[in-house]
């Protein structure tokens, strides 16, 4: 069974700084996708950023991107220049693609809580 | 452009009463719809995912229910509440079929069952 762990509760940055949010996952399957979104305190759940298990390239967009290391197990989550808007909950999240019958099911890890201070 | 709807925003229900949470999507056909829960200051749990009229999967046994009455319409009950139902409903939506889909969720639906 497919697992994702966000290994930090709560993280700490100071605007303009970036920050790294981990995120490793267990699976056997060779074909899967990695998702990060962003939780604001109004409990939306907003799409950050998407990874495919045969992405050659690292994901980007924008102020985000994923760092992604396959042989590790880790779907790293970098935001540069922190802004005080980035302070959530961020999530990361793993699909299946291989199976006909994950039909977008996503398993989501336990979030770590970002704070962005002045 | 799509749009997804999900109400009421919050909900306070005594326990052993009914629930009716219902999420509309507009701009899209044939999506796959889910409902997710989240604990208070946990992770998402998928309750039901559904990828036609009528055709619903739990992944999760418990007091709630699932309905697709119509393509675009998803529908989460339960005939008698519990305490532990608490916590905040999310409905999803993806493009239909199978693959690494991005899903966009609804603004949610908080539940304090007292």
């Known amino acids: 069974a497919q697992k994702i762990t966000q290994t930090q509760p709560g993280m700490f940055v100071q605007e303009k700084e970036a920050v790294t949010l981990d995120c490793t996952y267990d699976?056997?399957?060779?074909?899967?996708?990695l998702f990060w979104y962003k939780q604001p305190s109004s409990g939306e759940m907003i799409f950050l950023i998407y990874q495919g298990s045969y992405d050659q390239q690292n994901a980007t967009e924008g102020r985000y991107s994923l760092n992604f290391q396959k042989a590790r197990k880790s779907a790293n989550l970098v935001i540069s220049a922190s802004q005080l808007g980035d302070s959530a909950m961020y999530f990361c999240?793993?699909?299946?693609?291989?199976?006909?019958?994950?039909?977008?099911?996503?398993?989501f890890g336990q979030g770590t809580i970002l704070t962005v201070h002045p | 452009s799509q749009t997804i709807h999900q109400w009421p925003a919050t909900l306070v229900q005594p326990v052993g009463s009914p629930l009716s949470l219902e999420c509309t999507v507009e701009g899209t056909s044939n999506p796959n719809l889910y409902w997710y829960r989240q604990a208070a200051g946990r992770g998402l749990q998928l309750l039901f995912y559904?990828?036609?009229?009528?055709?619903i999967s739990s992944e999760v046994p418990q007091n709630l229910s699932a309905s697709r009455p119509q393509d675009r319409q998803f529908i989460l009950s339960s005939k008698k509440l519990l305490l532990s139902d608490s916590g905040f409903y999310l409905c999803a939506w993806s493009v239909g079929g199978v693959g690494a889909n991005v899903l966009t969720f609804g603004a949610g639906s908080r539940l304090t069952v007292l």
């Open positions: 699976t056997s399957d060779p074909s899967y996708g």
């Open positions: 999240a793993m699909i299946f693609t291989y199976s006909g019958t994950s039909y977008g099911k996503l398993t």
């Open positions: 559904s990828v036609g009229i009528g055709q």
